[in-house]
Structure formats: C-alpha cells, structure tokens
C-alpha cells in the first residue's frame, strides 16, 4: 500500500517510516506540515494518508482541514487522522462528507502496533476505522439521544463496533455470537433508526452518521 505521512513530531514520523516499511507498505511520502502534506497527496496520488490533526503552524486544526480538502479533491485516497485527544466535532466532520476510506485513531493507539496497521488497511481498502475510545466517549454523550434511546444495550454495542468500521464477521467474533446474531442486531438497527426502507445509500454507513452526530 501506497502510504503519504504528515506529522510534524520528527520522532514519530521516522518511526511510522520504519514500521511500514518493515510492514511491506511503501512511504512514497513524509512531510511536517499541512501544506506539504496537500503538495504530496497531488504529486504522489497515495493510497492511504495517515495525518495529525494538530500540525505547524498554529497547532489547531490544519491537519484536519487538509484532511478534508483530500477528501473533496482526491476522494480515492483513503485519510486516517491521528489525535492526542477525542474531539468529537473532528469525528463528526470527516463522516459527514464521503464517509468510506475514513478513520480517526488516538495516537497511543499507534503504540499498539497491530490494531494501527489493521485500522490503516481496512481505511486505505476504503472501510471505516474508529478508534474505541472515540466511540465510547461518543457513545455516552448520546445516551439520551431518541431514537437511539430505543436500542437495546447489545444493539448499542453492534453499533459501537459499526462505528469503528468492523464487518459483521469480526463483531461476531468481538462479541462471541453467531455471526446470523449480529445481522439480526444490525437489522433492528436500522429499524429503529428508520433506515430500513432506504435506497442509494448505505444504512450501514447512515447508521453510524447518525450515532456520531447525535
């Protein structure tokens, strides 16, 4: 996989670097800046870019402003954003544009190496990947929210794992039920959440907008 870097911790950067390529994945980029960042997604077409939100120079939101005029301009390229924090309107605002090829992850995930390539992957196959804690804090924050008040704990919980882009197939395994279990789960959903007779859209994808910008 074709992988542009944009993180202006010279450390860090270097590290990302060294883990890809010793992953098989090639860096065709590694750049401090958001406006480097823009400049190599033009020139190199990456499959995936892995961005901070917070870069140079006022270290608020650049790298997630980059991140969505990547989404506007290069829709292919997958963006997985990396945050010290969750800040939840940064979640809200990468699903509500294309929400396919997203992710959002806290950095300590990185430290956990094999659930960072496993969310870079599944984002630069153009799935979803948010990171857990992300989710939770999302989740109980919309504790009364209606309809989602009409879920049932073990609804909530499939959405959860929806919301971090897992297939049906692995929450089955999350969750240690029959993978028909969860499909019955996931349909209930979209009832609930009055999606079930949609057409041109994804439910799946619907569904989790809904969950993260309640």
Known sequence: ??????????????????????EGHEVV????????????????????VVADVRMPPTHTDEGLRAALQIRERWPGVGVLVLSQYVERRYAVDLLTGQPEGVGYLLKDRVAQVGEFLDALVRVGEGGAAFDPEVVRQLLARTTHTDPLSRLTERERMVLDHMAQG?????????????????????NAIFDKLDLSHVTGYSRRVLAVLRYLGS
């Open 166 to 186: 897992r297939t049906n197939a692995t929450i089955a395994q999350q969750l240690h039920v029959s993978q028909s279990a969860v499909e019955k789960h996931v």
């Open 1 to 22: 996989m074709r992988v542009t870097l944009a993180e202006d911790s010279t450390l860090l950067r270097e590290g990302l670097v060294r883990l890809l390529a010793e």
């Open 29 to 48: 980029a590694a750049v401090g800046d958001a406006g480097a960042l823009l400049a190599a997604v033009a020139a190199e077409q990456p499959d995936v």
